[in-house]
């Protein structure tokens, strides 16, 4: 079954400071995609990445980086000189490739990781 | 990106009542998915609508419980129903991009049971 474990619950830093979040997953599927989300106080759920399963290379845009290492099925995510506005919920999340759309570009269901809470002090 | 909208935004209900939840999109998608996110935890997928056909539920959550419609490709609703304080919760649609590239989530029904 997948999983995905975000092992750390919150993380506070001081604005201008790099932080890194971190996601293991866990999926039998050979084709898989992993996705961020970000989910300010207001609670509504922001996209920020998506990634598959057979795409290793780094993402950057702007502040933000994503480290995709499938030997140690990780797909962590940086931000760069945080700012006081990155505070929020972070989920990671994987989706279980069950739906016979999906090669039709039909979407998927997605587990989530139980979300690191980062606060960025100014 | 898709434009999603629910409502009501927020609500207050009394134990035993049932509440409708309105998502509407922007643009007609294949498939949206009802998603609950208990205080303080993560979301976690209570069922996924596709239109003309039955909702598929998920380990732990019956039809009975949340009936959903999806009567056509912009809309649908989901039930809650019989009410207890545990459905205490937000809950949340989401809906592909055209292509799957994208999942995109409305902004959430914060719903709580007294």
């Known amino acids: 079954a997948q999983k995905v474990t975000q092992a750390q619950t919150e993380i506070s830093v001081v604005e201008k400071e790099d932080v890194t979040l971190d996601c293991v997953y866990e999926?039998?599927?050979?084709?898989?995609?992993l996705f961020w989300y970000k989910q300010p106080p207001s609670g509504e759920l922001v996209f920020l990445i998506r990634r598959n399963s057979f795409d290793e290379q780094n993402e950057i845009s702007g502040r933000y980086s994503w480290n995709f290492q499938k030997s140690t099925s990780s797909f962590n995510f940086t931000i760069t000189a945080s700012q006081v506005v990155d505070s929020a919920v972070y989920f990671c999340?994987?989706?279980?490739?069950?739906?016979?759309?999906?090669?039709?570009?039909?979407?998927?269901?997605?587990?989530f990781g139980k979300g690191t809470k980062l606060t960025v002090n100014p | 990106s898709a434009v999603i909208s629910q409502k009501p935004s927020r609500d207050i209900c009394q134990r035993g009542t049932s509440l409708t939840i309105q998502c509407q999109v922007d643009s007609q998608v294949t498939m949206m998915f009802w998603y609950r996110q208990q205080p303080g935890q993560s979301l976690t997928l209570i069922a996924t609508a596709n239109q003309g056909s039955e909702a598929t539920y998920e380990s732990g959550f019956v039809i009975d419980k949340f009936p959903i419609s999806r009567p056509n490709l912009t809309f649908s609703t989901l039930t809650v129903s019989n009410m207890s304080p545990e459905d205490s919760s937000i809950y949340l649609c989401?809906?592909?991009?055209?292509?799957?590239?994208?999942?995109?989530f409305g902004p959430g029904t914060r719903l709580t049971v007294t």
């Open positions: 989401s809906v592909d991009s055209s292509g799957g590239y994208e999942q995109y």
């Open positions: 999340a994987l989706s279980d490739t069950y739906s016979p759309l999906i090669t039709q570009g039909g979407s998927e269901k997605l587990v």
């Open positions: 999926t039998r599927d050979t084709t898989y995609y």
